[in-house]
């Protein structure tokens, strides 16, 4: 969408859109960046944003800080794009401060909220505006009965395969393991392998998919416990080794599985990649490919694909909470303009709100529509119980598995009693 576009679409309550762009003015931090739009009175928010990849993003961002300071003259929102480790290290030391952001993206934690870092947001979600989300996006921002974040952007991953390679092997998309193992096999000439899972072979895309497909939870929120540790999980697992072993995957390629360049350049007959990927391969290859989730373990499990994406939240330390609330409001629940800028105008995502996916033109027909489709009936999450340390141990436990020949049924089951004395120990 260009800007032009963007103004008309904006309903703001204003007659005429000012066009203002923000000024850059320097911070303490090194190599951040903030952008502007002074207002008159002393009332300033500072919004966090890491630095995304896609151009136009951060003008974008600054844009709509313009655009609130226009309609409420009375608050300045100050846009920060902070480049460098920003979930891990950025984030988590400013939240620690008297100094952090009014208002930033990332993703809402027990430990946020134990901390008394994140502000709860319930009395932003009317009933109206729960029904205009899909209730996965407000569980996983759900802590404690109390809603923490609104959802910014959704992504999720895909299975893309070339029509013209499948239909000359008269192979059709795989809706079970042992179909995608016997295509990727069969699609391998060796010059194009079957399938590209990434260069671990399949450990970072498959950790969580793989269970997600046999059906498995990885933790009950509810029970506060950890649920993968069973026999679902070891099948498939287990076919992930096939898979792995099968020697149909491409490994070694110049870009990992989360750029499509190995797809387009024709080194392999199938990709997980996710949904930001379609319009490269779209530019590349035009109509002659297809996605499809991941597809089942067996007759017993379903498709599966992750959740992602980004949630805006609240500084519960913040000087300015209901200000800021409000400009949370504005952005993205009331804004939907901005919501289909942001997601389908530099990069490819689902805007969260499901009025403003399915008014958004991209998304309407063809491939885009169908993955809206799939991330709805498909897509799952870890939830804001789930740590990065539980991430690392089911990592750890996948590697030796495919790398190490590790037991499948006592890693496992030793993986999930680690993530289970993890959790127990947050919640202690």
């Given amino acids: 969408m260009d800007a032009s576009r963007y103004a008309r679409q904006l309903k703001l309550n204003r007659r005429h859109m000012i066009a203002a762009s923000a000024g850059a003015a320097g911070l303490a931090a090194a190599g951040r960046s903030a952008r502007s739009v002074r207002a008159q009175d002393a009332v300033t928010l500072t919004q966090w944003y890491h630095q995304y990849g896609e151009a136009g993003t951060q003008e974008a961002a600054a844009r709509y800080a313009a655009e609130y300071s226009e309609v409420n003259p009375d608050v300045t929102v100050e846009m920060v794009w902070v480049?460098?480790?920003?979930?891990?290290?950025?984030?988590?030391?400013?939240?620690?401060?008297?100094?952090?952001?009014?208002?930033?993206?990332?993703?809402?934690?027990?430990?946020?909220?134990?901390?008394?870092?994140?502000?709860?947001?319930?009395?932003?979600?009317?009933?109206?505006?729960?029904?205009?989300?899909?209730?996965?996006?407000?569980?996983?921002?759900?802590?404690?009965?109390?809603?923490?974040?609104?959802?910014?952007?959704?992504?999720?991953?895909?299975?893309?395969?070339?029509?013209?390679?499948?239909?000359?092997?008269?192979?059709?998309?795989?809706?079970?393991?042992?179909?995608?193992?016997?295509?990727?096999?069969?699609?391998?000439?060796?010059?194009?392998?079957?399938?590209?899972?990434?260069?671990?072979?399949?450990?970072?895309?498959?950790?969580?998919?793989?269970?997600?497909?046999?059906?498995?939870?990885?933790?009950?929120?509810?029970?506060?416990?950890?649920?993968?540790?069973?026999?679902?999980?070891?099948?498939?697992?287990?076919?992930?080794?096939e898979l792995h072993g099968s020697g149909a995957l491409l490994v070694g390629a110049p870009t990992d599985w989360w750029d499509p360049s190995a797809f387009n350049q024709g080194l392999t007959a199938m990709q997980w990649t996710g949904l930001w990927a379609m319009p490269g391969i779209q530019a590349a290859l035009g109509d002659d490919f297809g996605v499809v989730p991941w597809p089942a373990l067996d007759g017993d499990g379903s498709p599966a694909t992750f959740w992602g994406g980004w949630t805006e939240m609240v500084n519960a330390r913040g000087q300015h909470i209901e200000e800021s609330k409000e400009f949370v409001r504005w952005l993205w629940i009331e804004n939907t303009a901005a919501q289909q800028d942001w997601n389908l105008a530099y990069g490819f995502h689902v805007p969260p709100r499901i009025s403003a996916a399915e008014s958004a033109e991209p998304l309407q027909s063809g491939a885009p529509a169908e993955a809206v489709t799939i991330l709805n009936e498909h897509g799952r999450v870890l939830g804001p119980l789930w740590t990065g340390a539980m991430n690392t141990i089911i990592t750890d436990a996948l590697s030796n598995i495919l790398n190490s020949g590790a037991d499948i049924e006592e890693t496992v089951a030793t993986a999930a009693e680690q993530c289970q004395a993890e959790l127990d120990r947050n919640l202690a």
């Fill in 83 to 241: 480049p460098g480790d920003y979930s891990a290290t950025a984030l988590p030391a400013a939240l620690l401060t008297d100094d952090g952001p009014d208002v930033f993206e990332g993703s809402p934690s027990l430990a946020m909220v134990d901390a008394g870092q994140i502000e709860p947001l319930d009395d932003l979600f009317t009933e109206e505006v729960m029904a205009d989300f899909n209730p996965v996006n407000i569980a996983a921002a759900t802590i404690n009965d109390s809603i923490y974040g609104v959802k910014m952007l959704d992504d999720l991953g895909l299975l893309y395969y070339r029509r013209s390679i499948l239909d000359e092997a008269g192979i059709a998309p795989p809706t079970t393991m042992d179909e995608l193992i016997a295509a990727a096999q069969a699609l391998d000439t060796g010059r194009v392998k079957g399938l590209f899972l990434g260069n671990d072979g399949g450990v970072s895309a498959l950790i969580h998919i793989a269970p997600w497909s046999a059906g498995v939870e990885f933790l009950d929120a509810a029970n506060n416990e950890i649920t993968f540790g069973n026999e679902r999980t070891v099948v498939a697992y287990q076919k992930v080794r």
